[in-house]
């Protein structure tokens, strides 16, 4: 299997500007992790899905953070309007419940907002 | 609430020298323990985990770590560093039943040759 797959692995872009990150996971998994990782937060969970479905979305920071899954393969975190404070690299994981939930994490898409 | 304490935030060590990082977690049902390692500018890895049997886990490159449940503890050890084990080190925990895991603030390990 390939992994966890993210695209794209770097963006930037400009204030107010829409970014889109993309992700597949393993397939077969049926829990998907979207986290955001800052020097300065640290690792932080920002929603997960089980087989599709939005499970807890406490973690997405503010409004202008939306997360879809619309099948088993494929899932997407949009921010519309993005601002510099957003800049930080995201991660998606998944995992399977059979195999005790161990995460197993993307590459990371790098965003930086000017 | 779970959550899981890794105490040292940085930790720099000698090659060859012994590690051990510590990990702590608030939980007091069963769980599941992992570590993960990552290196400079890369995701996240699976280094090892425990879900039951032997509290003396073996993992990849040489890492082991060790389940004391009275102590809540899950500490991650490799007898001789390299230089290459320079690295960003999270604990993580899940409770048994639930969805998600709860991840360490991490120990950065900076080792010098």
């Known amino acids: 299997d390939a992994g966890v797959i993210q695209s794209p692995r770097h963006e930037v872009t400009e204030m107010g500007q829409e970014v889109t990150l993309r992700c597949k996971p393993i397939s077969g998994h049926d829990y998907l992790f979207w986290y955001r990782q800052t020097m300065m937060r640290g690792l932080e969970l920002l929603i997960y899905?089980?087989?599709?479905?939005?499970?807890?979305d406490s973690g997405m920071p503010e409004d202008r953070f939306s997360a879809k899954m619309p099948n088993a393969s494929f899932s997407t975190l949009k921010i519309q309007p993005s601002e510099p404070r957003d800049s930080a690299v995201y991660f998606c994981?998944?995992?399977?419940?059979?195999?005790?939930?161990?995460?197993?994490f993307g590459p990371g898409t790098r965003l930086l907002v000017l | 609430a779970q959550s899981v304490s890794q105490h040292n935030h940085h930790v720099i060590l000698s090659e060859a020298a012994s590690l051990e990082l510590g990990c702590n977690y608030s939980y007091g049902g069963t769980v599941n323990l992992f570590w993960y390692v990552q290196y400079p500018g890369q995701h996240l890895q699976l280094l090892l985990k425990?879900?039951?049997?032997?509290?003396l886990v073996k993992g990849i490159k040489g890492f082991e770590a060790e389940f004391i449940k009275s102590k809540f503890s899950f500490n991650l050890r490799k007898p001789s560093v390299q230089w290459s084990d320079t690295a960003e080190y999270f604990c993580a925990v899940n409770a048994r039943g639930a969805n998600n895991l709860f991840f360490g603030t991490g120990t950065r390990l900076t080792v010098i040759p």
């Open positions: 899905f089980n087989n599709n479905v939005p499970i807890d």
């Open positions: 425990y879900f039951s049997g032997d509290p």
């Open positions: 994981a998944s995992s399977l419940v059979l195999e005790g939930k161990t995460q197993y």
